[in-house]
């Protein structure tokens, strides 16, 4: 479905409400604007809270961050 949305002078826009619930964007979302051979596209910037959880199969969040200081010393 395709909808019309205005540019003002500043460049701003409006995000349709349905898509801003449809891809849950409030208010301090980041978006990242890709340009593309068909025009501008919006994409969801990840957060850290995004990537809560990544590696809990190699331990608790401690451990995974003794390990990775660990892995920093050696490198000096």
Known sequence: METEV?????????????????F???EG????????EEGILFKLKK?????????SEFGTP????KELDKLRHEDE
Not at 11 to 17: A, L
């Open 29 to 36: 979302t980041r978006l990242e604007v890709v340009e593309t």
């Open 6 to 22: 205005v540019g003002t002078k500043k460049g701003q826009t409006t995000i349709p409400v349905r898509l801003r619930k449809k």
């Open 62 to 65: 401690e451990e995974v961050k």
């Open 47 to 55: 957060s850290i809270w995004d990537y809560v959880g990544t590696y």
């Open 24 to 26: 849950k964007i409030e």
